[in-house]
């Protein structure tokens, strides 16, 4: 290669790096794999070493890797944050122990996983968190200090022996369930779901709204030492164990080696339990336990001499596309799914593979019958990495997706500024499950006993035909419902008079909890709340001036948020589904069922408690917001405490007897929560039946 070919190659090497960088630091969506931009690094930085005549501070192997966003406070890291070279063989490990067995002697290993996730740099002051920050670039990153704050494992004070000013650096990741729960969701609300669970990662402490952070499933552990704070420890054992007894994350496994062979004893042991983490891994962390150590063998402009990175060759298993089939989920998204010959790869057997949508297939260009390259995003779900495109015969077919459900033979369409397309029939039963599952779940309606293999069951053998059909269910004959699973016969029994209290109470929940409960396309937890401020019952959501308000400043550039905080597309996606023929018969039933949620605040007139104040104390089954809204929304008032215009006291366990003696004094009843409930069911107007004292379940209790 001649110098001017060097050179050359040199700047296209540079550009194809620094462009790869900001796709995987800063946009979150790498386009290569860690092994093919290492070799990437590797080659420029060999011809760098050979022709330093075309050295450049600005080259990606003169500073750390990544960029600050830009969108906020920027945090100076003092010294850097550096990366850790990397290694792939046994081999390169020995040089590594050569190099250091030549500076210095008297040392021992330390061998812990390396976790893919986000760099972060914890600072606490007076034994109080005070900020948190990205490595960005290295030396300055961004202050994330309100998200992170958001992740419960992170300390927010520390206990009197921590130093009164500490900098700990670690890695924030998103667990592997938690990843795979969130891209159901991303792909359910028509997003593209991410690759991996650091790039879930990253875009969670990017989001400017700490509420939607904290709704990611973050979690960290701190592996070292920042500014300040930990110069007193002798190894870096020793500081981890007081990583520890601060109440900080640490990891879960580590190795202490004698020598570089006990380093690949201890490589091995870890491969074979990367799998088993809950959070990913795609290497092991080799370094000099003795801290005297570090300042002896410095660092370089990318990283420490006296660590490497030792990373493992990506798993994964050839097989065939033997078939693509279509699944419908909760909110009628249809995902493509390949029906895969099954191989085992990382501990299981595989046969299905999500495909996510029909832009994700033609991008990997997938067709019926191709051998293919499969691999677990995250080491967690199942996902084809390339195809093999020498082994086509010919034979192979390309895939189109179907113009109607596969379920229920509905119309599919691809709503303006998605990449999923939908079943738009609210009646489909392949939704309806998924939705019955939603209806119920903690942050919807919270219908106790009502999770996915009830749902299942309750939709296939005909008892629900529509989410409000749990309104008129009979209970006796639920409570004889064989559940079992397996073979083995289990009847519902007990549960089902635990479901009827919280469909009971479920009438009283506000506005907001019942809009988002129904399941609508685009319409979250945030959502509904900032659309439920803005209108007092579910009816005024069909012709809505408010969201129609939304839809005529679309092309005014942010005129939508002056008006109400959400998107023109959950705007569109509430008015369509009001405004539909499901949409009517559902405020209809509502009608016929005596079920009027309202907004919170906004106290029903004439509600059965109108009048009635209430206190709350001690530890009840469910959160006391929701009893608050509930009683709200059925016309009582909620006070702080006990005084001579309160109606009811509702003693939970663990009552405190301040709050009993003042009610007996002001002359309160005190209930327990049971009555409350009592109470709050009899904003139902009454129907046949009657309910029987001790809890026995009677059919048709209030239907």
């Known amino acids: 290669m001649t110098d001017l070919e060097a050179r050359d190659r040199i700047e296209r090497l540079r550009a194809e790096i620094n462009r790869h960088d900001r796709l995987y630091y800063v946009e979150a969506k790498p386009v290569i794999g860690d092994r093919d931009y290492d070799l990437l690094y590797e080659e420029l930085l060999s011809l760098e070493r050979a022709h330093p005549e075309f050295a450049d501070p600005n080259s990606p192997t003169q500073r750390v890797s990544g960029e600050i966003t830009g969108q906020?406070?920027?945090?100076?890291?003092?010294?850097?944050?550096?990366?850790?070279?990397?290694?792939?063989?046994?081999?390169?490990?020995?040089?590594?122990?050569?190099?250091?067995?030549?500076?210095?002697?008297?040392?021992?290993?330390?061998?812990?996983?390396?976790?893919?996730?986000?760099?972060?740099?914890?600072?606490?002051?007076?034994?109080?968190?005070?900020?948190?920050?990205?490595?960005?670039?290295?030396?300055?990153?961004?202050?994330?200090?309100?998200?992170?704050?958001?992740?419960?494992?992170?300390?927010?004070?520390?206990?009197?022996?921590?130093?009164?000013?500490l900098e700990v650096r670690g890695e924030i990741y998103m667990t592997r369930d938690g990843f795979a729960k969130l891209n159901e969701q991303e792909e359910a609300e028509g997003r593209e779901p991410f690759a991996n669970p650091r790039n879930a990662a990253a875009g969670s402490l990017k989001q400017l709204d700490p509420r939607e952070a904290a709704r990611r499933p973050l979690d960290v552990v701190v592996y070292n030492a920042g500014s300040e704070g930990c110069g007193e420890f002798a190894t870096h054992t020793e500081m981890i164990a007081a990583f520890r007894r601060w109440g900080f994350p640490v990891s879960p496994w580590s190795k202490k080696c004698a020598d570089i062979s006990g380093v690949f004893a201890a490589i091995d042991e870890l491969g074979a339990m990367r799998h088993d983490f809950r959070f990913e891994i795609d290497g092991a962390v080799v370094k000099i336990d003795e801290r005297r150590f570090y300042d002896?063998?410095?660092?370089?402009?990318?990283?420490?001499?006296?660590?490497?990175?030792?990373?493992?060759?990506?798993?994964?298993?050839?097989?065939?596309?033997?078939?693509?089939?279509?699944?419908?989920?909760?909110?009628?998204?249809?995902?493509?799914?390949?029906?895969?010959?099954?191989?085992?790869?990382?501990?299981?057997?595989?046969?299905?593979?999500?495909l996510h949508n029909a832009d994700q297939i033609a991008r990997q260009d997938v067709?019926?019958?191709?051998?293919?390259?499969?691999?677990?995003?995250?080491?967690?779900?199942?996902?084809?990495?390339?195809?093999?495109?020498?082994?086509?015969?010919?034979?192979?077919?390309?895939?189109?997706?179907?113009?109607?459900?596969?379920?229920?033979?509905?119309?599919?369409?691809?709503?303006?500024?998605?990449?999923?397309?939908?079943?738009?029939?609210?009646?489909?039963?392949?939704?309806?499950?998924?939705?019955?599952?939603?209806?119920?779940?903690?942050?919807?309606?919270?219908?106790?006993?009502?999770?996915?293999?009830?749902?299942?069951?309750l939709v296939e053998r005909g008892l629900v035909?529509?989410?409000?059909?749990?309104?008129?269910?009979?209970?006796?004959?639920?409570?004889?419902?064989?559940?079992?699973?397996?073979?083995?016969?289990?009847?519902?029994?007990?549960?089902?008079?635990?479901?009827?209290?919280?469909?009971?109470?479920?009438?009283?929940?506000?506005?907001?909890?019942?809009?988002?409960?129904?399941?609508?396309?685009?319409?979250?937890?945030?959502?509904?709340?900032?659309?439920?401020?803005?209108?007092?019952?579910?009816?005024?959501?069909?012709?809505?001036?408010?969201?129609?308000?939304?839809?005529?400043?679309?092309?005014?550039?942010?005129a939508e948020r002056k008006i109400l905080p959400v998107k023109v597309e959950a705007a569109k996606s509430v008015l369509a589904f009001?405004?539909?023929?499901?949409?009517?018969?559902?405020?209809?039933?509502?009608?016929?069922?005596?079920?009027?949620?309202?907004?919170?605040?906004?106290?029903?007139?004439?509600?059965?408690l109108s009048g009635k104040s209430f206190v709350i104390t001690g530890s009840l089954s469910r959160p006391r917001p929701e009893y608050e809204e509930m009683i709200r929304a059925a016309g009582g008032t909620v006070q702080s405490s006990v005084s001579s215009r309160t109606r009811y006291l509702v003693a939970g366990e663990n009552t405190g007897a301040s709050k009993t003696e003042a009610a007996k004094k002001h002359g309160t009843e005190i209930i327990d929560e049971g009555k409350l409930l009592e109470m709050l069911a009899a904003a139902v107007p009454e129907k046949s039946g009657s309910e029987k004292s001790g809890g026995e379940i009677v059919q048709d209790v209030l239907f």
């Open 72 to 165: 906020f406070a920027q945090v100076v890291h003092d010294p850097p944050m550096q990366s850790l070279d990397k290694t792939h063989s046994f081999g390169e490990l020995e040089d590594f122990d050569s190099f250091v067995r030549r500076e210095i002697d008297g040392f021992t290993y330390s061998v812990e996983p390396k976790i893919d996730g986000v760099s972060i740099a914890l600072r606490y002051e007076n034994g109080a968190f005070v900020c948190a920050a990205t490595r960005g670039n290295g030396r300055i990153g961004d202050d994330v200090t309100a998200n992170v704050r958001t992740i419960r494992s992170i300390p927010l004070s520390l206990p009197p022996d921590a130093p009164a000013r």
């Open 296 to 354: 002896v063998l410095g660092a370089t402009a990318h990283g420490p001499r006296w660590a490497r990175a030792y990373k493992y060759t990506p798993e994964r298993a050839e097989t065939v596309v033997e078939g693509i089939t279509v699944q419908v989920g909760r909110t009628g998204v249809a995902t493509p799914v390949a029906e895969l010959r099954p191989v085992e790869l990382a501990g299981s057997v595989i046969s299905r593979s999500t």
């Open 367 to 457: 067709r019926i019958g191709d051998s293919v390259w499969i691999v677990k995003a995250g080491d967690v779900i199942p996902a084809i990495d390339s195809v093999i495109v020498e082994k086509r015969t010919g034979a192979e077919k390309i895939f189109e997706m179907p113009r109607f459900c596969p379920v229920c033979g509905g119309e599919l369409v691809r709503l303006e500024g998605e990449v999923a397309v939908r079943c738009v029939n609210p009646a489909c039963k392949a939704q309806l499950q998924r939705r019955l599952e939603h209806f119920a779940g903690r942050n919807a309606l919270d219908i106790k006993n009502l999770g996915g293999r009830v749902a299942d069951i």
């Open 465 to 558: 035909s529509d989410i409000l059909d749990v309104f008129s269910l009979d209970w006796r004959a639920l409570a004889e419902l064989d559940v079992g699973d397996d073979g083995a016969p289990r009847k519902f029994g007990r549960n089902a008079d635990a479901m009827r209290k919280s469909v009971e109470a479920a009438r009283s929940l506000p506005l907001d909890r019942w809009l988002f409960a129904v399941g609508i396309p685009l319409v979250g937890a945030t959502v509904a709340k900032a659309i439920a401020a803005e209108h007092d019952t579910l009816a005024d959501l069909k012709d809505s001036v408010v969201l129609k308000g939304v839809l005529e400043n679309d092309l005014k550039k942010g």
């Open 578 to 608: 009001f405004g539909s023929a499901y949409g009517e018969k559902f405020l209809a039933r509502l009608g016929e069922l005596g079920i009027v949620p309202r907004s919170r605040g906004k106290a029903a007139e004439g509600g059965v």
